[in-house]
């Protein structure tokens, strides 16, 4: 009986391990594709992962290809130009004058400055090129050929800023107001420079009491009046109106003569200085308006009028 049994254990045993052996068999071939199958597989995977990609590059590709495909054309109008320069823009549609014009009219060429083989001063435009040398040479002292030195915008060229300038660079464009102040020499020629008027920019017209105090307090000064007697740029080359100039005027300068008209009351009171001084400094004979009251003798001459009537300012009262 003994012997019976453990051939049937040996033999069960045998039957299970071929079972085993069987499953583990059948396990390892479903785990293990075929080469078709493996490359099936493959080609499924590789086409989930690379089909996106190639939707989303075409679509790319079309948008670029649209979005370039043109043909540019060089910049030319304002318009064009002011997208990006702006600020240029702006300036020479506030003070550009005669310089409105097409900005491709001066800048033939544009965006070639290159640091290393195209130097910024013949990147620009000359000057020359439209106006030539437009204030001549000028001199070894005040050459002209430098036209930064005043118009330092030339987007903004009449915006001279008067601060910057000497003399000699005023005095190369204003001929007229140069004879006058040399020509007439007094303190406006000897101690202050244009620079110091004309201060805030070119063209800037100062006011007189901007340096002067009236030297007439009791009467209202303003621009007109100063220059009606002192034309600003020869200032001591007095002139005014004989009929609209009051005595208060002149004695802001001549007060000894005012104060002896004022203290000795007199027909010589009321007259006024301009009718007797029509022009300044001039010292009128008395026969011009006493005629001949003396004999002829007596009137031979009349400069010693005052051996008996004083000065005109101050005239014996009896």
């Keep these: 009986m003994k012997s ?110 290159n640091l290393k083989k195209r130097p910024y001063e013949t990147a620009i435009p000359k000057c020359e090129t439209c106006h030539g040398v437009f204030h001549g040479e000028g001199t070894k002292k005040t050459p002209l050929v430098d036209c930064a030195s005043c118009h330092s915008d030339p987007h903004a060229p009449l915006i001279i800023p008067g601060s910057a300038l000497g003399n000699d660079a005023c005095m190369s464009c204003h001929t007229k107001e140069t004879k006058q102040i040399t020509n007439n020499v007094s303190r406006h020629t000897t101690e202050v420079a244009c620079s110091d008027c004309h201060h805030v920019e070119h063209g800037y017209i100062p006011q007189c009491n901007e340096c002067h105090e009236s030297h007439s307090p009791g009467f209202a000064m303003n621009d007109n009046a100063c220059m009606s007697c002192h034309p600003v740029h020869m200032p001591a080359m007095i002139t005014y109106s004989e009929k609209d100039t009051p005595n208060i005027i002149c004695a802001g300068c001549h007060d000894q003569a005012y104060g002896l008209l004022q203290n000795n009351y007199t027909k010589h009171t009321d007259v006024k200085c301009s009718e007797c001084h029509s022009t300044h400094k001039r010292i009128p004979l008395c026969s011009e308006c006493h005629g001949m009251p003396h004999s002829k003798r007596m009137m031979q001459d009349t400069a010693k009028c005052g051996d008996c009537h004083g000065i005109a300012h101050n005239l014996p009262v009896n």
């Design 4 to 113: 019976v049994k453990d051939k049937g254990a040996i033999f069960f045993s045998i039957i299970a391990t071929v079972a085993l052996l069987l499953v583990v068999a059948g396990c390892q071939k479903a785990a293990v594709p075929t080469p078709a199958e493996a490359e099936v597989a493959q080609a499924k995977e590789a086409a989930l992962k690379e089909a996106p990609v190639i939707d989303i590059a075409k679509k790319e590709e079309k948008k670029v290809a649209k979005l370039y495909d043109i043909q540019p054309q060089p910049l030319h109008t304002v318009a064009e130009c002011a997208q990006c320069h702006i600020g240029v823009f702006d300036r020479i549609k506030d003070a550009g004058g005669k310089h409105q014009i097409e900005c491709v009219d001066c800048h033939k060429e544009f965006h070639v400055f």
